[in-house]
């Protein structure tokens, strides 16, 4: 099994930024992929970005393109999100995933909140 465990979330400013983590343990060599999600109140979860743990390839969702970088530590089992120029509708539930291919996720955190105060 894999667990993920995000931080990093909080309460910030709109302009501002904050970089989240999402540290990774158990069969991590199992992940090939790794995104992160968001969920604001009474939506649907959507895709952010992702990073393939061979290469360092990204993928970035048109939204947030340009304002955030996902990046990672194989060494550490951490893969990061840095979010800058934060708007009022990023505020959402941010959740780490995991997947052992490009387009599926079988592993989740729990979430950590991001709350952009206008």
């Known amino acids: 099994q894999v667990q993920l465990v995000e931080s990093g979330g909080g309460l910030v400013q709109a302009g501002g930024s904050l970089r989240l983590s999402c540290a990774a343990s158990?069969?991590?060599?199992?992940?090939?992929?790794m995104g992160w999600f968001r969920q604001a109140p009474g939506k649907e979860r959507e895709f952010v970005a992702a990073?393939?743990?061979?290469?360092?390839?990204?993928y970035y969702a048109d939204s947030v393109k340009g304002r955030v970088t996902i990046s990672g530590d194989n060494a550490k089992n951490t893969v990061y999100l840095q979010m800058n120029s934060l708007k009022p509708e990023d505020t959402a539930v941010y959740y780490c995933a995991g997947g052992v291919q490009v387009g599926t996720y079988e592993y989740w955190g729990q979430g950590t909140q991001v709350t952009v105060s206008s």
């Open positions: 990073i393939r743990r061979s290469g360092g390839f990204t």
């Open positions: 158990g069969r991590t060599f199992r992940i090939y992929v």
